[in-house]
């Protein structure tokens, strides 16, 4: 029986600004979105049964409708019946290489890495905005996860827009592995105490959606502008977590002061990023951290830029 072996990309946000209200209850965001090299691996087999099998090597990473890889196997079963009842169940190991509740996107990533292997698997012929439209059901990071690479956000964070990749960049991740930061608390937290900044009027949510087209930092990465690009690097929710969370803006002031191009909290967080320009820095900046706090619950990876989002490997 056929199977597909997919990797399935982490992200950063370099720029994350939160704008408005939406009527949905989510919020309006501009974002810049950008793919890493920590990935995830998912194999994806048909069953003859008909149900939804996942397993997975992380002990933490549940195994039921609330993880998005399950959902989004639900969502194509229930979305094209046809193909389901023809070809079955589904059977998917994640092998988990993104830390979870982390603020890289691994549960969106893996959402769409199934969407995509479903596609292939039942032989559908989707093509990827349509596929990017189911995945926004799922998730507002499901469509960057399936194109990947770096790209301005905007509504949700399911409207984008592909800019000039940025590559050749090492990044060094630092996350406490007994911190986790619940996305839903870190928004109804930021809307607490700074709706009063909020842009009310839809006309000038769609025209601030619109600047950040021609804005400092989208220039200053068309032109490969790393001192600049480090300097505009800006996220509304460091606001409430790390507030929240003494001990992340910590390794965030340790990390910042020990080197770089620039060090921001990616997402909700609570992992802190620093940009290297090469793999020598990022390893003297992950020494340096590792000396300033000795904690054994504190992680680092090591890894670049990605130009892709959700690659099929193997079949
Ligand atoms: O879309 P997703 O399920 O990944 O979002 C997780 C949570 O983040 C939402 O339940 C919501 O609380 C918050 N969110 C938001 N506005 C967005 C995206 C996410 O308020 N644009």
Not at 16 to 41: F, K, N, W
Not at 118 to 141: A, F, R, V
Not at 174 to 179: D, F, G, I, L, P
Not at 269 to 295: H, M, V, W, Y
């Amino acid at each position: 029986m056929r199977s597909y072996t997919l990797i399935a990309p982490g992200k950063i946000n370099l720029y994350l600004e939160i704008i408005g209200d939406r009527p949905d209850g989510y919020h309006e965001l501009v974002m810049i979105l950008q793919s890493i090299d920590l990935a995830d691996r998912l194999e994806i087999r048909s069953l003859g049964t008909q149900e939804i099998r996942l397993h997975c090597n992380h002990p933490l990473v549940p195994l039921n409708e609330t993880n998005l890889a399950y959902r989004a196997a639900q969502l194509m079963m229930e979305e094209f019946p046809q193909a389901y009842a023809n070809y079955g169940g589904v059977d998917i190991t994640l092998d988990k290489k993104i830390p979870i509740a982390a603020g890289l996107a691994g549960g969106s990533t893996d959402g769409a890495a199934v969407l995509v292997g479903l596609n292939l698997l039942w032989e559908l012929g989707l093509t990827i905005p349509k596929l990017q439209n189911l995945g926004e059901k799922l998730g507002s990071d499901i469509p960057f996860c399936i194109s990947g690479g770096t790209a301005i956000a905007t509504g949700k964070g399911e409207t984008l827009d592909a800019i000039q990749d940025l590559d050749n960049l090492w990044i060094v991740l630092a996350k406490y592995q007994n911190v986790s930061v619940s996305t839903p608390w870190a928004y109804q937290t930021y809307k607490q105490e700074f709706e009063d900044t909020y842009t009310k009027d839809l006309k000038n949510i769609q025209s601030r959606s619109s600047q950040i087209h021609s804005g400092p930092l989208v220039k200053a990465i068309s032109h490969q502008n790393l001192e600049q690009i480090g300097k505009l690097l800006h996220n509304d929710l460091e606001k409430v977590v790390l507030s929240q969370y003494p001990q992340v803006a910590q390794l965030r002031e340790i990390l910042q002061q020990a080197g770089g191009v620039g060090t921001m909290m990616s997402g909700s967080g609570p992992t802190i990023f620093t940009l290297c320009n090469s793999k020598q820095e990022a390893e003297k900046i992950k020494q340096k951290a590792r000396q300033a706090i000795e904690d054994p619950n504190l992680e680092f990876w090591i890894t670049t830029l990605s130009t892709t989002g959700i690659q099929v490997v193997s079949v």
